[in-house]
């Protein structure tokens, strides 16, 4: 039987109406918990450029908080008054990296003991210059203390977990370690008769999704447009589905790599207009550079949309694509490898569909989130 009355808050840096990969997660494991009637609320970050949005508002059963930062620099925020909002949550669910909470989090685990608290490790972070000596050192100095203060640890694979940046501690921590994958809502995203079509089009459809700003670079949609731009095949346009502060840098790239013409910027894309762009395109590409991608959330929504798959040969991001199976997998960073693994695929057709219909019903098994709901679940009633 579960206590009804056991509350746990979600802290996560992004939230929708964000688009980002951790704030869809965040807000799908809430909604599945809430349905088994755990009593759930989502604090996130208010940051400025989501000043029109209420304070306090309810979705599906979560109770979602937005606190303005006390400092916010890009998707990073430090919020101070969340430390006496703690004390009234049972188990604290952290979906990290959420650096602004980390202390927090510390200090109400030593003056709460009773409290529980999940770390969900989505990924690692990479930056360069300032930024790359906080990451350093909050891995080295902080987030071992974290883990040691966990009393479960989510991963999304543990190909990405003894892979990452932080597997030294991780797996130091094994018996903690819960393999959680992200997911997708199938009843959403699902294929349409009209969308097969897709294979009889003269230019195929390709599509990359992501948000186009600086904390995403490691998404690689340089490296794709490069690998485009000299590709052998012709037959193709290039959709992109994103938003953020480098979407004229990249269209700049396009033109100077003279794929304007073949290249569509979508920046104000909803899921209904995703779920479109999904089901008419022949191959989804996520063409990812660093450890920053640990999963790919687009994999998953395209393969439940019967729509084929290339990525890179990234720890985590490897476990969501069967090479051979349900897509191919390039090189992290290698335009040639990228080049080579769509020329193969704009070539072979059948071979696509192939890879589109066995990705289908494989994300149907695995990656529901009803299926995910009730791994939640149990790990809940375990504290």
Known sequence: MVNKTKKIVHLVCTFPPYRGGMGKVALEN??????YGYDITVITPKYKYLQDLKAKEEIDGIKIQ????????????????????????????????????????VLARIIWPKKKLIIHYHMDNYSSGLKNLIFRFVRYFIFPQIIKLADRVIVHSEDYALNCRSSWWLRRATHKMVEIPNGVD???????????????????????????????????LEILLEALKDCKQKNWQLNIIGNGDMVDYYKKLAYDFRLDDRVQFNTNCDDNCLLSFYRSSYLTILPSITRGEAFGIVLVESMACRTAVIATNLPGVRSVVVEGKTGELAEPGDIESLRAKLDYLLDQ?????????????????????????KDLDKLYKTL
């Not at 008054?81 to 009234?88: D, I, N």
């Open 349 to 373: 057709t059948e071979l696509v569909q192939e890879y589109a219909d066995y990705g289908y019903k494989r994300t149907i098994k695995k990656y529901s989130w009803e299926a995910i709901g």
């Open 66 to 105: 937005r606190i303005v930062p006390f400092l916010e620099i890009g998707n990073a925020a430090i919020l101070t008054s969340l430390f006496f909002r703690l004390r009234k949550f049972d188990v604290y669910h952290v979906h990290y990296p959420f650096y602004g909470v980390m202390l927090f989090i």
């Open 30 to 35: 809430a909604k599945e918990a809430a349905s």
């Open 186 to 220: 199938t009843s959403f995203y699902t294929a349409s008769e009209s969308s097969m079509n897709k294979y009889n089009q003269k230019n195929k459809q390709l599509l990359f999704v992501g948000a186009l700003d600086k904390a995403h670079y490691f998404k690689g």
